[in-house]
């Protein structure tokens, strides 16, 4: 049996790393559907290693965000953030998560231990889930389907159910706040949200992610789409604020009300969980709107101006995804980090009308509008898609 | 006016019914004495329905340490350094106030050195009080910025008390008679160098916190003290002139050289959590302003008028005397039956006064409003207790 799972890993793996950049139509995605094909154990130790790639991913995530953020927020605030553990810092976070793994996991008394235990759980899976979508380069992504844009509504609509079950099985009323806020914020902007992602998904034409970057090989839809993608964008930026519980929109943890809020009771790895699923759902998000806006991996391309785009295209096609979609990232990622170091928190009913009586019009009216843009060709080089 | 008495236990008791019902309930919330919001050990204990506040008691006495009643058994003289222990932002016109107090009942005088000086270190002690405030209410409201800002500058004018004084946060620099030291030789030239780096940032706070959008949600029409309330319990300081009471102890009943100085009294108009932020951070300004005049104008003369450690003796009789700290009106009563230890000593502080303008100012509102409210009086708790 040790000889038929060797080969079935050899076959899995048969796809050279170098082939992955050189020919897309090679994704991991088709090789995923060829293990599937090969057997059960293809099946298995292809979902066995995508498992391990994104709970790798989580965590090296989790660790490299939160020095960021922390540094970030060192320099806001005219301090140098950690700076003692390794050359400015670097080991910091590593640091805290071994700390974090040997504190003891405290229970409630009178809490509901299942759900309790099982709450930083859900909420770390809603996160992997979700990493598992995310086109990091052409071909580099666990799965890509075909109703990929709904998949992504659903699954990070799950990732509040952590939230909810942390914060009732607690036993503790400011918990009970806080996922109550939780709730009712992340299910309200979630609507917002979903409404941005649609106004691409018409001007793409498709719900599967890798087309959707395809689809702006003659420039992202950012600029593409003009006013209409921009006022997306916005409602992009704000409602997936709110659905990460950043600053201005910390209510479900807001430490100087709530003492912590949903994760008030959770201490340890039980904590660190939360806490890896919060940072790593910071990139996703801006992962998602660098791959609906800006074009994913794409260079920066105009149209049929050839000169410009192999200009843009000059990096070798090894490094260029990479170059492109970090440093969108990075910056997207970045503005996030400003707001959290910069705005006060709104109050809840505050947040509710922002949502339901602001951003909600805004995101229907925008959403037509984007139809009729769609349908009379209006937005630059429609031909192209 | 009818007065409803009830005690903690009672009210508890009452609300925790065995009541099964589906319907939503009434619940009680302990509010500290560990919240990072209370800033100390105040608790609070809130009867909430949803988010909202329907009762909010305070319950005090965790960081009670009877000052008043150690300082029966000291002289005049040394009671003065229990008094920075109390409202640590304002230590220096605690230590102030008891001068004062034992001052006017001995019938000492102080020259217009020692004078001036006490008026200028109280000015610079309120900025770092607001600035400190101006910071933890940012904090308070989720932005955590405003608070290493706040303590970025209070840090520069920390540096320029330290030198003269020696510590930076219990300042023990007033005594009866006196002072404890004479200005440092920098002093003027540091003081001078701190207002021209302040003012610009300043401006700074405005753009970080007095514009923001949020912050103006947050704080306008929330929290509104009437100034029937405010007078009716006792509030003082910015609260009172928050709700738009135009009364100053510094211009009203001036003490110290405070008549030489022309300032203006910032006053609000609807006494909401905004009204008490804008006359905090215009006190600022005026504070300033008072240094400055006087700062080039400190006389000449002796720092202590009484020898250091002299027993001072108080006629029989009951005294009493008030100043404004960077909270309100301090008020210190003397009872004194002619030996050199008070027989009583009281302090009126203002935070006591203060924190029970909450309930009325918050009833009815969110938790969330709650905390802004109470970040916007201002309350040190060391003082609420003693």
């Known amino acids: 049996m040790a000889d038929a799972l060797l080969n079935q890993l050899s076959l899995t793996l048969s796809v050279h790393t170098s082939d992955v950049f050189v020919a897309p139509a090679m994704s991991l995605a088709d090789r995923a559907s060829r293990a599937l094909e090969s057997g059960v154990w293809g099946a298995v130790l292809y979902i066995v290693i995508g498992l391990v790639a994104v709970l790798t991913a989580v965590s090296v995530l989790g660790l490299v965000m939160s020095y960021i953020e922390r540094k970030v927020a060192g320099h806001f605030q005219c301090r140098l953030g950690p700076m003692r553990v390794g050359p400015h810092g670097v080991l910091q976070s590593l640091a805290d998560g071994i700390k974090l793994l040997f504190k003891e996991g405290i229970e409630p008394g009178h809490g509901d231990k299942v759900i309790f235990i099982g709450a930083p759980i859900f909420s770390i899976t809603a996160t992997i889930l979700l990493l598992a979508i995310v ?26 159910m952590g939230i909810l079950m942390g914060g009732w099985s607690s036993n503790n009323k400011w918990s009970l706040l806080g996922a109550m806020r939780a709730g009712a914020q992340m299910i309200s902007y979630e609507v917002s949200l979903t409404i941005a992602l649609l106004v691409v998904v018409l001007f793409s034409g498709t719900l599967k992610v890798s087309e959707i970057i395809e689809s702006q090989q003659q420039g992202w839809w950012i600029w593409r789409g003009h006013g209409v993608a921009i006022v997306a964008f916005c409602l992009y930026v704000i409602a997936s604020t709110a659905e990460l519980n950043r600053t201005p929109f910390d209510l479900p943890e807001g430490e100087s009300e709530l003492t912590g809020g949903y994760h008030t009771e959770y201490s340890g ?20 709107a660098v791959t609906f806006f800006f074009g994913g991996w794409l260079p920066f391309h105009v149209g049929n101006y050839e000169g410009f785009n192999s200009v843009m295209d000059l990096l070798p096609p090894v490094i260029s995804p990479m170059f492109w979609f970090g440093s969108k990232c990075a910056t997207l990622i970045f503005i996030l980090m400003w707001f959290r170091w910069t705005f006060p928190r709104l109050r809840m009913d505050q947040l509710m009308r922002l949502e339901w009586k602001v951003l909600l019009p805004i995101g229907f009216a925008n959403l037509i509008l984007a139809a009729t843009v769609v349908l009379t060709g209006l937005y630059f080089f429609p031909s192209a898609t | 006016m009818t007065v409803e008495v009830s005690s903690l236990k009672e009210l508890v008791e009452q609300a925790s019914g065995d009541d099964r019902s589906p319907d939503t309930q ?23 329905d949803g988010e909202r506040v329907l009762r909010c008691i305070p319950v005090l006495g965790y960081i009670h340490r009877s000052i008043e009643k150690i300082s029966e058994h000291m002289n005049y003289m040394n009671c003065v350094h229990l008094t920075d222990r109390m409202d640590y932002l304002s230590s220096i016109m605690n230590n102030w106030a008891v001068s004062k107090a034992v001052e006017e009942a001995a019938g ?8 001036t000086i006490r008026t200028i270190f109280a000015e610079l002690e309120r900025i ?53 030291a004479d200005i440092h030789p920098n002093f003027v030239h540091r003081v001078k160098e701190f207002i021209k780096y302040f003012r610009p940032k300043l401006d700074e706070y405005d753009d970080l916190l007095t514009n923001n959008v949020i912050i103006q949600e947050r704080l306008r029409n929330v929290g509104i003290l009437s100034p029937q309330t405010a007078v009716q319990y006792g509030a003082t300081g910015p609260v009172l002139r928050g709700s738009g009471v135009a009364f100053d102890l510094r211009k009203d009943h001036p003490y110290g050289v405070y008549d030489q100085a022309d300032f203006e009294v910032p006053v609000g108009t609807i006494g909401d959590s905004w009204d008490r932020y804008w006359v905090r951070v215009e006190e600022m300004r005026q504070s300033m ?28 009789g009951r005294y009493y005397s008030q100043l404004e700290t960077a909270r309100g009106i301090l008020g210190v009563f003397i009872v004194s039956d002619k030996k050199d230890e008070p027989y009583r000593m009281h302090y009126r502080s203002p935070n006591f006064n203060n924190l029970w303008c909450l309930e009325p100012m918050i009833k009815g509102d969110y938790i969330a409003s709650l905390i802004g409210a109470m970040s916007s009086l201002d309350l040190v708790i060391p003082d609420i207790d003693r």
């Open chain 2, 289 to 316: 302003n008072i240094v400055e005049q006087l700062l080039d104008n400190i006389p000449p003369g002796d720092f202590l008028v009484k020898k250091l450690n002299s027993k001072i003796k108080i006629p029989e």
């Open chain 2, 128 to 180: 770092q009080s607001h600035q400190l405030w101006w910071g933890v209410l940012g904090m308070d409201l989720g932005a955590f910025t405003p608070f290493l800002y706040g303590i970025r500058d209070r840090e520069v004018l920390n540096d320029v008390m330290e030198e003269t004084v020696g510590a930076r946060l219990t300042m023990n620099y007033v005594l009866p008679g006196g002072l404890m």
């Open chain 2, 108 to 115: 000492i005088e102080v020259n217009s050195r020692i004078q």
């Open chain 1, 269 to 288: 790895l039980r904590f660190s969980f939360f806490f890896l699923a919060e940072f790593a759902n910071l990139f996703v998000f801006s992962a998602l």
């Open chain 1, 135 to 160: 086109p990091l380069a052409p071909g580099i992504q666990v799965v890509d389907m075909n109703v990929g844009v709904v998949y992504i509504a659903a699954v990070s609509g799950l990732g509040v």
């Open chain 2, 26 to 48: 009434e619940y009680f919330v302990n509010m500290g004495p560990q919240h990072p919001s209370t800033h100390g050990v105040l608790r609070l204990v809130l009867k909430l």
